[in-house]
């Protein structure tokens, strides 16, 4: 069974930082390509950050480039988000999703992935 478990949300002060985490299990982690969604309240779930665990190719929203940096460890099955600089408008539930192959063009696509994680909360206020 393949899951995908996010943790390490919470609240921060503008400016702050977090790092998030997506455990992974039940496929060849260097297999697939994980992508960080994001989805604010009123608004569509967007693509933020993706990471081809094979080849270690990312990509980023042009939103966070620059303050978001991805990573994964292949030991630990586990993708990471770094965010630093937070802004109020980086609230929102982040997801992590995956997929065995995704193409580059519609990498921020959420109905292409085949597998999500339940959602973290990020809060950012002061």
């Known amino acids: 069974e393949v899951q995908l478990v996010e943790s390490g949300g919470g609240w921060v002060q503008p400016g702050g930082s977090l790092r998030l985490s997506c455990a992974t299990s039940g496929f060849n982690f260097d297999d697939y390509v994980i992508t960080w969604f994001r989805q604010a309240p009123g608004k569509e779930r967007e693509g933020v950050s993706c990471?081809?665990?094979?080849?270690?190719?990312?990509m980023y929203a042009e939103s966070v480039r620059d303050r978001f940096t991805i990573s994964a460890d292949g030991a630990r099955s586990t993708v990471y988000l770094q965010m630093n600089s937070l802004k109020p408008e980086d609230t929102a539930v982040y997801y992590c999703?995956?997929?065995?192959?995704?193409?580059?063009?519609?990498?921020?696509?959420?109905?292409?992935?085949?597998?999500w994680g339940q959602g973290v909360q990020v809060t950012v206020s002061s």
């Open positions: 990471i081809d665990t094979g080849n270690g190719e990312t």
């Open positions: 999703a995956g997929r065995r192959v995704v193409v580059s063009s519609v990498w921020r696509k959420s109905e292409v992935y085949d597998y």
